[in-house]
């Protein structure tokens, strides 16, 4: 029997929805693609504006696509591939004035996470360690990035029976 990863999602919109809008988002790969494991993107949009819920929500479908398609043959990484290029193309939201964004993409590949974030999204890796549940907080961005979406990836391994959390 081989160990796989599962992924479930809870979601409960927060209090203010007047102001703010979530956007979650997880792919199962088809059977093509399920070497490369997972997508997910956690988006929180405050003094939302439609338009940039619209850009948020294409960006989130331009990293799954890159990802998606690209070769695993590459030298870097398809998520990391994906990153880069939505952070060059990411100016017409920093732009925006009126919304505040917070992000967090990431992928899970067999035993390994990937992710980038920008704003106050935590992201919790919790592990068995002996008979004891240990927690760590993987995600302490200092700094949000004036001229791109993301500054950094996050990279590690998950292993069977390890939660990670994001919120």
Known sequence: MRDIVEIHEFFVQGTDTD???????IS????????KGYFF??????NRDEKVISQ?????DEVEANYYD???????N?????IEAINRRSHQVLQNSVSKIHLLFG???NNKIYFASRGPISAHLIYHKGQELRHVNVNQEK??????????LVEGEIRVDDYFFIT
Do not use: R, W, Y
């Open 78 to 82: 398809a998520f990391e591939q994906s």
């Open 107 to 109: 992928v899970i590949e």
């Open 28 to 35: 199962e790969p088809s059977a093509d693609e399920e070497n």
């Open 56 to 60: 948020v929500q294409k960006m989130i």
């Open 41 to 46: 993107a956690l988006c929180e949009i405050i």
């Open 70 to 76: 690209t070769g695993s043959e590459e030298k870097k």
């Open 19 to 25: 102001q703010t809008h979530v956007l979650l988002h």
């Open 143 to 152: 700094k949000t990035p004036l001229d791109q979406i993301f500054s950094s």
